[in-house]
């Protein structure tokens, strides 16, 4: 896939996926994931923040995550991440939970409050199974019971994929492989296992070939790579160094340069050893 751009890449993931052009591309992929959790198939899909030319990659405002509402108002939020930002299962019970609350507006009973399901595409393995795709709810230790259905966390970690199997049937092992990068000679079964592919293939082969989206999927990719080296280096050094060479003002130094790349506040405090009220004051 030397000459097309990687679709791991949350810009050019969001060109395919989250494009109103491209709703029935998701549609079927969120079927296909669906289909492994027992769910009944959507039959349409709305898409809330759906891929504009006004997404900068360098943006820090702009969000390349999709997030999409079923026609029984259930909501759906999607992330690609190609580099490891630590913490993914709080991040993700974080930004579920606000989804889920903001739901209701004033004088709205409790009742009101639909389905949220967040979808994780990991490039990298993150739960301790051999399960490429995993689905937690919220069900009791024992016996399995479920006390509500409204909480959905599926994760997918292409990192889990093996590459030179390539499947004899549908299913969402076909989209995940395409994801991963898989080589073009294996382009044709995985568009004959799943024929909504070849319309994912022929946005990414459009997209590989146009020369606006190749500069600014660079910009992404030269960004995400920034962030990720930030905190890969602040991990691996911790602070104790930072502490021991000038303490407080080397922590500040380092939470700077990680607000500057984006970077979530609870993870430069982890990082820093900051309080998050510290690195919050450091935006201003």
Request: aromatic letters at 10%.
């Amino acid at each position: 896939m030397s000459d097309l751009l990687d679709p791991r890449n949350d810009f050019v993931f969001k060109r395919i996926f989250g494009s109103e052009e491209n709703k029935d591309v998701l549609l079927v992929f969120l079927n296909r994931t669906f289909a492994e959790s027992g769910e009944q198939p959507l039959t349409e899909i709305v898409l809330l923040n759906p891929y504009t030319d006004k997404d900068a990659p360098l943006d820090k405002q702009s969000i390349f995550d999709i997030w999409a509402k079923t026609a029984e108002g259930k909501l759906i939020n999607i992330e690609m991440q190609l580099f490891n930002k630590y913490d993914i299962e709080k991040r993700t019970l974080y930004y579920w939970s606000k989804r889920y609350s903001s739901q209701l507006q004033e004088g709205q009973t409790y009742k009101e409050l639909k389905k949220c399901v967040t979808i994780n595409i990991l490039n990298y393995s993150f739960i301790v199974n051999e399960r490429y795709h995993n689905v937690f709810h919220l069900r009791e230790d024992h016996t399995g019971l479920e006390l509500s259905d409204d909480l959905e966390v599926h994760f997918m970690e292409l990192s889990k994929l093996d590459d030179q199997s390539v499947p004899m049937e549908g299913g969402l092992i076909n989209w995940l492989l395409f994801l991963k990068g898989a080589d073009k000679s294996n382009w044709e079964v995985l568009q004959m296992n799943e024929p909504t592919l070849k319309k994912a293939m022929d946005t990414l082969e459009f997209l590989s070939q146009d020369r606006e989206a190749r500069r600014l999927y660079e910009e992404r990719q030269k960004y995400l790579h920034d962030e990720a080296s930030m905190i890969e280096w602040a991990t691996e050094k911790g602070i104790e160094k930072g502490l021991a060479e000038g303490g407080k003002r080397k922590a500040i130094e380092i939470a700077k340069n990680m607000l500057s790349f984006g970077i979530e506040v609870s993870v430069i405090a982890k990082t820093s050893g900051l309080s998050e009220s510290e690195v919050e004051a450091l935006k201003d």
